[in-house]
């Protein structure tokens, strides 16, 4: 069945994601769902129908990063530029802003749900780590141990490693980044 799923996914229907993009963008930016829209890449990610996991979906909007011109005379007028470019992926900053949003909560994963003309909209898997259900999870009490709380904001989840390129394995890609180098790992025992 999730592969029937996934294969459906690659070309949703174009009515449904438009009247579903126009209820989305008429809500807030920050949702909270009763379960997944996509449950096969939800499984796929970690999330589990059970207490202690919730969905929510989060608006990004596309586009440069734009900040505040400054408004003090006697500057120059090419140094107020006002768009910025961030290295930070639009997966990542949904991130972000839902870790904001559930201060309590753990990000755990996130995918993409749709994108119109002005936003990117995403699907964040939290985990409450207080919860008893989680804690006695076979496969999600890591996420209960203190070293592992505000994994979002240190860049330690999927969306955060892909943007500071640390998703390669050894000897995959030589373009990309793998932490530790081998030089660095043969030099720890000195």
């Not at 126009?22 to 949702?31: F, H, K, L, Q």
């Not at 589990?48 to 006697?74: C, E, H, L, N, S």
């Not at 995403?122 to 008893?132: A, N, R, S, T, Y």
């Amino acid at each position: 069945m999730y592969h029937y799923m996934r294969e459906a996914w690659k070309k949703p229907d174009t009515s449904v994601m438009r009247e579903r993009m126009i209820s989305w963008r008429e809500g807030p930016a920050v949702a909270v769902v009763d379960k997944p829209l996509r449950i096969d890449r939800a499984r796929s990610l970690g999330y589990k129908a059970k207490k202690g996991f919730v969905i929510a979906r989060i608006r990004v909007m596309r586009g440069g990063r734009t900040r505040i011109r400054a408004g003090v005379k006697g500057r120059k007028t090419r140094k107020q530029t006002n768009r910025k470019t961030l290295k930070m992926s639009y997966k990542w900053v949904a991130e972000m802003r839902a870790a904001k949003y559930f201060n309590n909560l753990e990000v755990l994963n996130s995918y993409w749900i749709g994108a119109d003309g002005k936003h990117y909209f995403f699907e964040v898997i939290l985990v409450d780590p207080q919860m008893p259900e989680i804690q006695s999870d076979r496969t999600m009490k890591w996420i209960y141990s203190s070293h592992n709380r505000g994994r979002t904001e240190r860049g330690l989840t999927a969306a955060g490693k892909r943007s500071r390129g640390l998703f390669a394995k050894r000897g995959h890609s030589p373009t990309l980044k793998v932490r530790p180098s081998l030089r660095a790992w043969n030099r720890r025992g000195k």
